[in-house]
């Protein structure tokens, strides 16, 4: 199940981001999952949903996914505070 460690990859690059920023908490994520990227959306929300609580950063942040044409998975944006 590859979408969880993406989904590890994508949290530890927002604890990244939190620590440039210092933000304490992540309030919203927003990610663009191309059609073409072999990424099963639900085992993606599923494996992020999981691990965001392991993090008081982002025990509590939402995601948002837009699927797109293509195969990347892009983080469009974050809202933190």
Known sequence: ?????LAQG????????AR???ATTILVVRVD????????????CFG????KKEQQLTENALLSITPTKGSELILAQVEME
């Open 20 to 22: 440039e920023h210092k």
């Open 33 to 44: 999952i191309g059609d073409q990227s072999g990424i099963v959306t639900d085992s993606f």
């Open 10 to 17: 994508l949290l530890n690059q927002l604890e990244e981001l």
């Open 1 to 5: 199940m590859h979408e969880l460690s």
């Open 48 to 51: 992020f949903n999981a691990l």
